[in-house]
C-alpha cells in the first residue's frame, strides 16, 4: 500500500491538497500538527486490505518515521491572482477594506420581518406532505475538526478481531474473514465521514454561500446545531434559498412529535407539572375552565401538591372560587392518595404539581406513576418558551425521560427563541400536546399542531435582533476570505469596573 504524506498551512489547505490528487474517494490514515503546518498521511487504492485492517495508527507512524512509501506532496502553488488569504484573527480585524467581498446569494427572503402565521404554517404543511422525518439526534459529540480524537482511534483498531493469515492458522471460511473485514473498514470509514463533515460544514462559509446562509437563518430559530446541518445537508446545493429554506421547516415539521391529550374527553387524572415560572398553574386552570363550559363544576375538582411556591394554594383557590370548583391542599405523597381515591366518583381531578427537587415536594403516588397506556391517567409537563436549551436538557432528562409524559408549550407571547425547545424534544422524543401565547384563563389551550409551531418558531425569532456575538460566532463556525474585514470590536459601551 502506497502512502502519500501532505502538508500545508490549515486543515482545509491540506485537505484540498488530498482531494486535487486522490479525488474524493481518498482515506485519511492519520493527521497531525508539524510546527506551524499541517500533515495528513493518506491513501488513494489499497493494494493489500488485509494489511490495512492490522495496521494501526502507530503502525501507520511507525512507517512514516522509516520512510516506507511515502510520498510527500506539498500543494501546488496556486496563481497570485487567486491565491488565498491566511490570516489570524487579530490580522483579519486590522485587515484593509480593500479585500473581495464575500459572495451575495439572491434570494427572496421567506417573507417580510411580520411573518403570517396562518399563511407559513399552510406552506410548511405543503412541504412536509411525503417528507420523511429525521433520523434521531445522538448524544455524542462530532469528531473535532483539527485532530481525531485518540479514544476514537483506539476504539476504532480494538473493536475488531484480529483476522487470521494462511500462515498462522489453518483455511478457514473466507466468508468470515470478509465480513471481519468489511466490519473494519465500515468503522474507518464512519470515523472519516465525520471528521470530514465538520469540515465541510467549516468550508460552506466560502465554497458555498447559499448553505452558510440557509444554515444563519435556521440558527436564528433557536435549533441546535446538529439539526440545522442535518436539515441543510438534505437540501441540494443549487437550491434557492427560499425554497430551501421552506423544504427545512417542512422536514422540522415531519420530525416534531406532536400528540392528542384526553383530559377533555376521557374520564380520569390529569398531573400538570413544571418548575415555578413556567405557567403550569395558567395552563391548568385553562383547562379547568374549558371542562366547567362543557360540563358544568359539578365533575371537576382541583388538587394543589405545590407545596414549594408561597401563595400557589391560595391562587389557585381564588380561581377555584371563580369558577365554582373545589380546591384542595395536599401537603405529603400520603395526603395525596387519599385524596385522589375520596374524589374517584368525579369525572375530572386536576392536580397542580411541583417538582421534587426537594424534601418538601410532594411526591406523587405509585397509582399516578406506574407504567402503563391507561388513558385516565395524564401528564403534562410545562415548558416555557424562555427556558434555555440547556434548561430543557436537565428538566426532560430528570422529569420526563422513559415516562408517559406529553409537554405544554406556554410563554409563546415573549421574546424568546421557540427552536431552543425543539432540540431536547425530538432528541427525547416528548410528544407536545398543547400549546399557549397568552396569560388569560379565559383564552384556552391551542392544541399542537407542528406546522403552526414551526411557524411561530420564525415568528418569534423575527422579534429578536441578532446580537454581534451571534455574528462572530457565526464567521469562526464558517470563515471566509472576508468574514473580519472592516469588522471592528464595540467596546465604547463595556466599562470594565474592578471590585
Not at 84 to 89: E, F, G, K, M
Request: net charge negative.
Amino acid at each position: 500500500m502506497q502512502l502519500r504524506r501532505f502538508t500545508a498551512e490549515s486543515t482545509p489547505a491540506a485537505l484540498d491538497a488530498v482531494r486535487m490528487s486522490l479525488g474524493d474517494d481518498a482515506i485519511i490514515l492519520a493527521n497531525r500538527r508539524q510546527g506551524d503546518l499541517v500533515e495528513i498521511i493518506a491513501t488513494g487504492q489499497i493494494d493489500d486490505a488485509a494489511t490495512m485492517a492490522e495496521m494501526s495508527i502507530d503502525g501507520i507512524q511507525e512507517a512514516l518515521d522509516k520512510g516506507e512509501d511515502i510520498i510527500t506532496t506539498k500543494p501546488e502553488p496556486a496563481k497570485p491572482a487567486k491565491k488565498p488569504i491566511v490570516r489570524t484573527v487579530a490580522e483579519r480585524v486590522e485587515a484593509p477594506k480593500s479585500v473581495a467581498p464575500e459572495p451575495v446569494v439572491e434570494a427572496r427572503q421567506i417573507s417580510d420581518d411580520v411573518v403570517n402565521i396562518s399563511e407559513l404554517s399552510q406552506s410548511i404543511e405543503v412541504e412536509s406532505v411525503g417528507a420523511e422525518p429525521l433520523e434521531p439526534l445522538v448524544e455524542s459529540p462530532i469528531a473535532e475538526p483539527d485532530v481525531i480524537p485518540a479514544t476514537s482511534r483506539v476504539e476504532t483498531k480494538a473493536t475488531p478481531e484480529k483476522i487470521p493469515t494462511a500462515e498462522t492458522v489453518a483455511p478457514v471460511d473466507h466468508i468470515e474473514q470478509t465480513e471481519k473485514l468489511l466490519a473494519v473498514i465500515d468503522a474507518q470509514n464512519q470515523l472519516m465521514a465525520e471528521h470530514f463533515k465538520s469540515l465541510t460544514v467549516n468550508l460552506w462559509g466560502s465554497n458555498s454561500p447559499a448553505r452558510s446562509q440557509h444554515l444563519q437563518q435556521l440558527l436564528t430559530l433557536g435549533i441546535g446545531a446538529e439539526l440545522a446541518i442535518r436539515l441543510v445537508e438534505r437540501a441540494a446545493p443549487d437550491m434557492p434559498l427560499d425554497a430551501a429554506l421552506r423544504q427545512s421547516y417542512g422536514l422540522l415539521k415531519s420530525t416534531l412529535p406532536v400528540a392528542t391529550d384526553k383530559t377533555l374527553s376521557v374520564p380520569g387524572v390529569t398531573i400538570m407539572s413544571g418548575a415555578p415560572g413556567s405557567g403550569k398553574t395558567t395552563a391548568l386552570v385553562k383547562l379547568a375552565t374549558e371542562h366547567v363550559k362543557k360540563e358544568g363544576n359539578q365533575s371537576i375538582v382541583i388538587i394543589c401538591a405545590d407545596t414549594r411556591r408561597i401563595g400557589a394554594f391560595e391562587e389557585l383557590q381564588a380561581y377555584g372560587r371563580l369558577l365554582g370548583v373545589p380546591t384542595i391542599h395536599a401537603h405529603d405523597t400520603q395526603e395525596l392518595e387519599s385524596l385522589i381515591d375520596a374524589f374517584k366518583h368525579k369525572q375530572l381531578v386536576l392536580i397542580d404539581h411541583s417538582l421534587p427537587e426537594n424534601i418538601d415536594a410532594v411526591e406523587l403516588p405509585d397509582c399516578l406513576t406506574r407504567a402503563c397506556d391507561d388513558d385516565s391517567i395524564r401528564h403534562l409537563f410545562a415548558l416555557p418558551a424562555t427556558t434555555q436549551s440547556s434548561t430543557v436538557e436537565d428538566l426532560i432528562t430528570k422529569h420526563c425521560k422513559n415516562r408517559n409524559i406529553r409537554c405544554v408549550l406556554t410563554h409563546l407571547d415573549s421574546n424568546a427563541r421557540l427552536g431552543e425547545l425543539f432540540n431536547a424534544i425530538i432528541r427525547h422524543h416528548l410528544p407536545i400536546a398543547y400549546w399557549s401565547d397568552s396569560a388569560s384563563v379565559q383564552r384556552p389551550l391551542q392544541h399542537a399542531d407542528a406546522s403552526v409551531l414551526v411557524a411561530t418558531a420564525v415568528a418569534m425569532s423575527r422579534r429578536i435582533e441578532r446580537t454581534p456575538d451571534d455574528a462572530w460566532l457565526q464567521k469562526l463556525i464558517q470563515p471566509s476570505n472576508s468574514s473580519f474585514t472592516g469588522t471592528k470590536l464595540s467596546t465604547d459601551r463595556v466599562t470594565l469596573e474592578a471590585s
